[in-house]
């Protein structure tokens, strides 16, 4: 329309009494409304929230059972649990999350990794604060830490739908 669409209004008016505004005119009638200006804005963070949000899961497994391995033993240890019992709860934990960021990034798939990523996430509160709460007191706050991400997987599953 802003690159010269016209048209004889004539027709139009005759049929429906109507008299015709510019563009300007028509969209300052009415203007968006937060909603429509926060679902624009979300729609085009959409992508971006459960890519991040996906990415953040596979990549925590991952390095769980990588340069992480000897830390998550160190506090599964620090709990209590024997050495086979930590092996086993820090592998577990490190597939549960590849599995869950897997999930969230296949769309049909999505609902259920969101679902899973918190329930794991408040679990992870719940284990690690019975068996070392001191990682509450911790500097790089991993207990503090899951409390965001807990506030963006409630995001994504507020937005997940399209329709």
Do not use: C, H
């Not at 027709?11 to 937060?34: C, F, I, K, M, N």
């Not at 497994?61 to 649990?81: H, K």
């Not at 679990?123 to 001191?134: C, F, M, S």
């Amino acid at each position: 329309m802003r690159r010269g669409a016209t048209g004889d209004p004539g027709p139009w008016r005759q049929a429906t009494g109507v008299v015709p505004r510019d563009l300007a005119a028509a969209l300052a009638s009415e203007p968006a409304s937060v909603q429509e200006r926060w679902f624009a804005q979300l729609y085009a963070l959409k992508p971006l929230i459960f890519g991040v949000l996906g990415l953040f899961w596979i990549v925590t497994g991952i390095i769980s059972l990588g340069p992480g391995w000897e830390i998550g033993m160190s506090y599964v240890r620090e709990g209590g649990l024997g050495e086979t019992f930590a092996a086993l709860t820090v592998i577990a934990g490190a597939l549960a999350d590849i599995v869950i960021g897997l999930a969230i990034l296949w769309r049909p798939a999505s609902r259920y990794g969101l679902w899973a990523a918190l329930i794991i996430s408040l679990t992870y509160v719940v284990i690690g604060t019975t068996l070392v709460p001191r990682l509450w007191a911790d500097p790089l706050g991993p207990m503090l830490k899951i409390w965001p991400v807990l506030m963006l997987n409630l995001v994504a599953m507020a937005i997940r739908d399209d329709r």
